[in-house]
C-alpha cells in the first residue's frame, strides 16, 4: 500500500510539476511570453504569459492566443521547474472565457500574500460594443499558488501589461499599458486604485509604448518600457526621481529583434548580486512571431546609473553542470566557416536544435561548465555522421587542452557516442568541440559521466 501510495505521489508530482531548460530559451516544452520575473524568498520566480497556437473557434486567427497562465521557479537560472497552471480564463468571473485574452500579467508579494495581475477580456464590461481589457487580481499564500481569483476586475483601469511596484515606504503602485503607460497609486488591500491614473510623463511622445516595468536601485527609479520606435518594439527606459515620474528619456536597453519579432516584453531582477534582464523573442517559432519563448541575459549598469544595452544571446546565464546533458548548440562562440546550428527537426521545434560541424578545423564553444572536483570517467556525445567523423572535446579554446577524442561512428541516426577522459581540469572551463574530420558531424548535446 505504502509503495502504491509513493507512485501514485510522484506520477501527480509528475503531471504538475516538470524540469524545463536551460538557456535561451530557458523554457522549450510551450511557448512563453512577456516574462515578470520576482525573487521570492530565495528563489527566481517567473510569470509569464502562456502563447499557445491557435485553433478553430479559438480566439482571433494569426494573433495571440491565451488561455491560461503557468508559473516557473529556479534556483540557479539554469533548471526551471513548472508549477503549472495557476489561473486560467475559464475559471475567473469576469473573464470572458472564449477570448483567449490572458496576457502580460504580473505578481507581487506584500505581507507575506501573493498578488497576482492579470488583464483579460471582460465579460462585464462595455466599449464600443467590444468587451474591452480589464486587469484583475488572483491571491496565493505561495508565489507558486494556488491562486483564488477576485470575483471583479480593479474598478476603474481599460488596460493592458499590469506592473506592481511597492516603494520603500509601502506605497504600492500599478502602471499599465493602452498605447501609452499609465500610473495608480494602490490601496494598501492591493486590489483598489487609491488614485486616478495618470499618463506617465516625459517618455517618447511618438509610437506605441507598453510593457511597463518600474524599478529602483539606488535611488533611482527606472521606468522601462517596449516602444516602438521604428517598426517593431524595441526596450527602452527612463530615469526618474519619484515613481510616479516624470522619467527623462535615456536610452535602449535592448534593440529591435534580429529575427523581426514584433513585440518584446521584459523583467529586471537583481539576484545573488547579479542584475538579469528577462525578455522574449520568437526563437521557437521563426514563421510567426506570437509564439514566443523566455531568454534571460545579464544586465549591467554604468557609474551614473545608465544601463549597457543588453545583446540577447543563445547561451544565457548561469553555469552548467559537465554531468548534465549540454546544448552546445545554445553557443557562446563558433568557428567562423563551418560551423552552424540547425532545429533537429522544423515540423517540431520544441525538440530544439543540433550543431554541425561540416569540416576539419570548425568549432563550437559554450561557456561557463562546471567540472566539479572529480575527473569524469567518460564523456558522452549524442551525434549523427553519416560518413562517420572524429571530435575533439577541449578547454577553453580550439587549440586548448585535449580532454578527450571521441569516434563518430558511420550511421544516419543520432547515436549516443562515448569515450574516456583523458586529462581533467577542476572548475569552471569554457568548454569546446572541434572537428578534426573532413565529414560533418552533427551533435545534438554532450555530458561528461
Ligand atoms: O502578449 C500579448 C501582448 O504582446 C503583451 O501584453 C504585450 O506587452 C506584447 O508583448
Partial sequence: MKKIKCFLFLVALSLFT?????????????????PSARVFNGRVYVYPSHDILAKEGMGRPGWFCMADYHVFSSENLTEWTDHGVIVSQNKVNWVDSTSYSMWAPDCIERNGKYYFYFPANDITRDFKGRKPFSIGVAI???????YIPQPEAIEGIMGIDPNVFIDKDGQAYLYYSMGKIFVARLKDNMLELASEPQEVKDLPEKGLKEGPWLFERHGIYYMTYPHVENKIERLEYGM?????????FAGVIMDESPVNCWTNHHSTIAYDGQWYLFYHQNALSPKFDKNRSVCIDSLFFNEDGTIQKVVPTLRGVGISKASQQIEIDRYS????????????DTLNTFLGWKTILSSRNTWVRYDAVDFGSRKPKTVQVK????????????LNSANGPLLSQVKVPVSSAWNRVEAKVKKFNPGIHNLVIVSSDENPVEIDWISFK
Avoid at 23 to 33: G, H, L, S, W
Avoid at 335 to 343: K, L
Avoid at 383 to 394: D, N, S, T, W
Fill in 18 to 34: 516538470s524540469q524545463a531548460f536551460s538557456q535561451n530559451p530557458i523554457i522549450r516544452d510551450q511557448f512563453t511570453a512577456d
Fill in 140 to 146: 496565493a499564500e505561495q508565489p507558486e499558488g494556488p
Fill in 240 to 248: 526618474g526621481d519619484n515613481p510616479m515620474g516624470p522619467f527623462k
Fill in 333 to 344: 562562440a563558433l568557428s567562423e566557416t563551418g560551423a552552424e546550428v540547425a532545429f533537429i
Fill in 383 to 394: 551525434v549523427i555522421a553519416e560518413k562517420g567523423g572524429i571530435l575533439q572535446i577541449r
